[in-house]
């Protein structure tokens, strides 16, 4: 190894450990790690330079923390995966092995190395080298850093007062935090109260909501507000502001005993959004809705068949109509195919599986032949899926009970038809009898409609929430963090993200107030303490940096005191709401302002590390 | 090796704890993740020799893509390393009993013949034993040593003797630097107090051969998805995909969905929900790996109902992957070591035989056979764990207790997660209510 050059920190000893993970093969395959690290372990401060198979396994962690300890490291750089999976598992084993857990740099050497350049070993090697190069120059102007406390109001909001909101509110009451919950219709229960009979238990959907509502009531914690929409937001994690306005059905008296006279205001350090789905509406003419009377959609069927009655024969006798045979329809405004289906207003379709209504129209289909049994019912389908606990038995019921199965294909769906004798006619290409063209007489069709995201509104506005290619709300990993978004303090609860039945909705509203009572357990929050800094010192106040910031309130002017006494304006950074972009920092003309951990001098460095990096980088065979 | 895990790993586990989470799966993870950053003291305790569940053996997870066990190395390592989590692997809960308001809980670890304080996970035990057995987190493709830490990146990393093959030859007590192997160790059953419990204890698989008209039992090349798992995974046994009997490269896999659901003769009525998913997953990394194979995935209906499923099955349709629909009638062994496929193909009514030199079965999800004394009341008719009330969906029904993941029927990774979040949610609004008792009494 090379003598230690000046490192350019005065009055301390750079000791990097550098450690090259192998990703079981995922980044050894494609890159020559031994030829890396003996590279990058040539570039002065750097201490020492290992090769691991998994450097995020435990032994791979303990590797660093002990090194720290017994090599006295003081700079930590790490190349393997992507570092949203790993960065903060390094970190926190840095802090484990006593260093300041913001000496350490993550490098990217599989996604955006052995993955990515697969058919070029010896370039992605070299791009490793680099990387890590550039890396080390980066650390060497690192200076400890400590995470931002911010305060924290503790208490929750929820926005919508569905199942979902209903769930997360009493889950959070439960465990003695505050919640307001807020629903913009004169009553709590969502879609779910309108549902007569809901699978898998058969219970009555009213019955349900009216034990939320009882354990709600039982809450001292939580206070809710019907009829009631959010006007106007703002904050941060910990400290959101919100505005509340009456949605035409809101109790006025009520609302100015909670929260004072109008405007009406609250705080909040979290957020739930519980705002849940609409029923996908279809077009004029779309399977003949809104063309011919007898084509209803399923929400409409259920909430008629409280009013339909018997009929001699066993037929159902609704709304002045004789009604001796149904047919539902699967996945209207679900699976849509491009080229197949029409387009949405936006220019999309609606791809995606509404994973609810499977279920839903056989136990209807079902239900027809118990209470009607002179009801012929067919259902045409494309695949059921009955997948949840309880539901294929469902299934098995709605056949028994004599449902007449079709199955169609996903490019040719069904065509609804009127009939000469005014019956409706539903024709398609059966896959169960081979293909063989099928019409079925109806006197009624039930289209199984899909789930669209209901409508948010202010919040997502102001707070950009981000969304899918589906339009539900998107959340941080679709995998391992279901309930998170990528803005801190705002968690998702329902099918505001998705498709979901009942019993999935409370578990991921349940979730929800786990991850929020976690960020309200504590009176204070703790931020990554990449923020941009100002120098007051350097300071001119000229502005630009406030009119290049795009996230509002981030960045203010404040009256200060300049040196000779005189008063004049300077920047002040809010932590809660700065992202720490920079780009106020590449248009301060007196370079005042800097974002922590990501210093000029860093960048600097990090220039001259890429272009600088060792020889053994050049492409030379390797022995 | 460092002490704080020395001490929390199996070591001296304290008496008394806020919530007992029964199995080290994702869900029992996330669990006692989310009741320890809430400043309540969990312990976990797993069965088998490390934290991690079925997850920590896939390959990669639908419909993502990522690598699984990146993804769930981060969790283990954070539970492990969590001051308010204590880990007990070999270890299974035998009784849990309320007593007072509290769960009395007996454990019961399971000899590993290896001191867990002294042994530092180095490895040397494993190069000196001279016996090898089919490795069971390779799903028996590879062998391990009749003394070795179960798989690179297990949590804890200790060594662990498996008395079956053992020849007690003492190479590795010889060794071994820090003398840690203990031929004469004994099984360990001690009692822990827990005020609330959350049972993760998740799913296995049913036998592929249940269905005799399968002929699993004879052919080699019939193999189970766990095993396709780990044939997938860059790290796995043979480091790519070859098919068992003769290492040959297979050129014509053939899927069977509901080849252990959906079917009452062999008692799995159900959907076990995730097999569409990860035989459409399996085939598009399949496609990768062995680009020149036909695949083909026999079918019921395609079950791609969560959130970015049906685009993962749209995308899997479009890169050629064969999707028949039809049930599989019997399977019969031909030359080669191939297979013979008869089904009724329900697209064209032709019955057909086709030959594939790979099969793969889709089992059905079924619970975990033994549940703890005291909490068999809580299994359903399916033998899933039983949940009276629709709208508290974690709650057992029995005061205190709670149920996450697949032990409560069969799901996939994120629906456990999002199941996981509910039980902690559940667990920490009862410990909650239990401190105000508390209050209110003293
Ligand atoms: C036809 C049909 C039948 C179904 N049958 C069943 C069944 O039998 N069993 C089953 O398990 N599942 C069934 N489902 C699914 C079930 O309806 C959903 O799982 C459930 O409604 C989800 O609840 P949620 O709280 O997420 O959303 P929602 O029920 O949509 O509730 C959302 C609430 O938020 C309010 N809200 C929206 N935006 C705002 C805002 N900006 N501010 C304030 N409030 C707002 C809304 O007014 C509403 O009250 C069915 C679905 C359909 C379409
Ligand atoms: C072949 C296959 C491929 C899959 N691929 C995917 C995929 O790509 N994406 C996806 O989302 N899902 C996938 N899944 C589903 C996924 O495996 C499950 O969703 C997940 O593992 C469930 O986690 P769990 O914690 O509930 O259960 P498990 O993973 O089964 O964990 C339960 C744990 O509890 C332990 N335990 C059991 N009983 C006891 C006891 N009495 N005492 C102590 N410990 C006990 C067990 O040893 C185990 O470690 C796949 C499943 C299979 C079979």
Redesign the pocket.
């Known amino acids: 190894m090379r003598t230690e050059e000046n490192n350019g920190v005065p009055g301390e000893d750079i000791r990097i450990g550098v450690y090259v993970c192998m990703c079981g093969g995922n980044i050894s395959d494609v890159i020559d790690v031994d030829r890396v690290a003996a590279a990058v372990g040539e570039i002065a401060g750097v201490t020492l330079a290992k090769v691991h198979p998994f450097m995020c396994s435990d032994p791979g962690q303990q590797t660093i923390t002990e090194d720290i300890k017994t090599q006295k490291l003081n700079r930590v750089v790490v190349a393997s995966c992507s570092p949203f999976l790993h960065e903060l598992t390094f970190r926190t084993a840095v802090g484990r092995g006593g260093l300041n857990p913001y000496l350490y740099e993550h490098v990217n050497i599989r996604e955006q190395g052995s993955w990515s350049h697969k058919d070029d070993p010896d370039g992605a090697t070299i791009k490793a080298i680099r990387l890590i190069a550039a890396a080390i120059g980066k650390l060497r102007y690192a200076e400890p850093l400590e995470q931002i406390q911010i305060s924290n109001f503790r208490r929750a909001l929820v926005?919508?007062?569905?199942?979902?909101?209903?769930?997360s509110a009493v889950d959070l009451g439960k465990r003695g935090i505050e919640v307001l919950l807020?629903?913009?219709?004169p009553?709590?229960?969502?879609?779910?109260?309108?549902?007569e009979?809901?699978?898998?238990?058969g219970g009555k959907?009213a019955e349900l909501i009216r034990r939320l509502n009882e354990e709600l009531e039982r809450l001292n914690e939580v206070t809710v507000l019907k009829g009631?929409?959010?006007s106007d937001l703002s904050g941060f994690v910990g400290n959101y502001n919100v505005t509340l306005e009456n949605?035409g059905a809101g109790d006025e008296a009520e609302l100015r005993e909670v929260l004072g006279n109008a405007p009406y205001r609250a705080q909040a350090g979290a957020i739930i959004v519980?705002?849940?789905?609409?029923?996908y509406k279809p077009r004029a003419g779309e399977f003949g809705y809104e063309s011919f009377p007898g084509v209803v959609?399923?929400?409409e069927?259920?909430e008629g068949l409280s009013e339909m009655q018997i009929h001699p024969e066993g037929r159902i006798f609704w709304r002045g109509r004789t009604v001796g045979s149904v047919a539902f329809i699967h996945c209207v405004g679900s699976r849509q195919i491009e080229g197949v289906h029409e387009k949405q207003d936006d220019g999309k379709i609606n791809d995606y599986c509404?994973r609810?209504?499977c279920?839903?129209?056989v136990?209807?289909a079902a239900l027809i032949r118990e209470r009607f049994p002179g009801v012929h019912v067919y259902d045409f389908y494309q695949d059921i899926r009955t997948y949840?606990r309880g539901h294929e038995e469902i299934y098995t019921s709605a056949a028994n009970t004599g449902v007449t199965f079709l199955r169609y294909h996903g490019e040719q769906p069904p065509v609804v038809e009127k009939g000469a004798d005014g019956a409706l006619l539903v024709r398609c290409n059966d896959r169960l009898t081979f293909g063989e063209e099928i019409e079925a007489a109806v006197d009624m069709v039930v289209l199984?409609?899909?789930?669209t995201p209901?409508?948010?509104?202010?919040?997502?506005e102001v707070l950009k929430l981000p969304v899918g290619a589906d339009r539900f709300l998107q959340e941080v990993h679709p995998k391992l963090r279901p309930v998170e978004v990528s803005v801190n303090g705002v968690f998702l609860?329902?099918?505001?993200?998705g498709?979901?039945?009942?019993?999935?909705?409370f578990s991921?509203?349940g979730a929800a107030a786990a991850k929020a009572s976690i960020l309200l357990n504590n009176s204070t929050v703790q931020l990554d303490p990449f923020k941009a800094n100002v120098d007051d010192e350097s300071c001119i106040g000229c502005e630009r940096c406030l009119s290049e910031c795009v996230y509002t309130g981030a960045l203010v002017m404040k009256e200060a005191k300049g040196t000779d006494g005189s008063t004049c304006r300077k920047a002040v950074v809010n932590p809660g709401l700065c992202v720490g972009c920079g780009a106020c920092v590449a248009v301060c003309p007196t370079r005042a302002i800097y974002v922590n951990g990501w210093t000029l001098s860093q960048y600097e460095a990090m220039v001259d590390g890429l272009l600088n990096a060792p020889r053994e980088g050049a492409r030379i065979e390797n022995a | 090796m460092s002490e704080t895990q020395g001490q929390r790993v199996n070591g001296h586990i304290r008496e008394r704890f806020d919530t007992l989470v029964v199995g080290g799966g994702i869900a029992g993870l996330e669990s006692a993740l989310d009741l320890a950053e809430q400043g309540y003291r969990v312990l976990v305790v797993e069965k088998e020799a490390s934290i991690g569940g079925k997850m920590i053996a896939l390959s990669k997870v639908f419909p993502t893509l990522d690598c699984s066990s990146c993804i769930t190395t981060p969790k283990m390592s954070a539970v492990a390393h969590h001051e308010n989590i204590e880990i007990a692997t070999h270890t299974s809960v035998t009784a849990i009993e309320e007593n007072a308001g509290t769960h009395r809980v007996e454990l019961v670890r399971r000899p590993t013949y290896v001191d867990e304080d002294l042994c530092i996970g180095c490895s040397l035990c494993e190069e000196a034993c001279p016996i090898e057995y089919p490795d069971p987190f390779e799903e028996g493709l590879g062998s391990i040593r009749a003394i070795a830490v179960p798989f690179t990146n297990a949590i804890p990393q200790k060594a662990v003797l498996n008395p079956e093959y053992c020849i007690a030859c003492g190479a590795c007590a010889k060794v071994c630097p820090t003398d840690a192997v203990k031929f004469d160790q004994e099984q360990l059953i001690y009692h822990v107090d827990a005020d609330s419990v959350i049972i993760a204890s998740g799913f296995t698989l049913n036998s592929v051969y249940l269905k005799p008209q399968y002929n699993a039992a004879m052919s080699r090349n019939t193999i189970t998805p766990m095993q396709l798992e780990r044939l997938l995974a860059p790290h796995g046994p043979y480091g790519r995909v070859l098919r068992p009997s003769d290492g040959k490269v297979p050129d014509s896999i053939a899927f069977v969905l509901c080849a252990g659901s959906r079917d009452q003769s062999i008692g799995v009525p159900y959907c076990s929900r995730v097999c569409c998913m990860y035989s459409i997953k399996q085939a598009i990394l399949l496609s990768g790996a062995v680009p020149l194979a036909d695949i083909t995935i026999y079918y019921m209906d395609i079950r791609a109902f969560g959130k970015g499923h049906e685009q993962f099955y749209k995308n899997a349709q479009a890169m050629g992957i064969n999707f028949v629909n039809g049930k599989v009638a019997r399977i019969d062994n031909i030359e080669n070591n191939d297979m013979s496929l008869r089904i009724e193909n329900l697209e064209t009514g032709q019955v057909e035989e086709n030959r594939h030199d790979l099969v793969v079965l889709a089992q059905g999800i079924i619970p975990q056979p033994v549940k703890p004394d005291g909490l068999n009341a809580v299994a359903g008719d399916d033998g899933f764990v039983e949940r009276p009330e629709?709208h508290r969906p974690a709650w057992t029904g029995m005061e205190g207790v709670f149920v996450a993941g697949v032990a409560a029927g069969p799901k996939d990774i994120v629906d456990s997660i999002m199941d996981a979040g509910a039980a902690a949610a559940e667990a920490s609004g009862f410990l909650s209510r239990r401190e105000e008792k508390g209050k209110m009494f003293f």
Request: glycine residues 18%.
């Open positions: 926005i919508g007062g569905g199942i979902a909101g209903m769930r807020v629903e913009k219709e009553s709590l229960g969502g879609w779910v109260k309108e549902w009979e809901i699978y898998p238990t959907g009631v929409r959010v949605a519980a705002a849940g789905f609409e029923p959609t399923l929400p069927f259920i509404s609810t209504c279920t839903a129209i136990r209807n949840g199984g409609v899909g789930m209901g409508a948010v509104g202010k919040v997502s609860a329902g099918t505001a993200q498709p979901m039945n009942i019993e999935e909705a991921a509203a | 629709i």
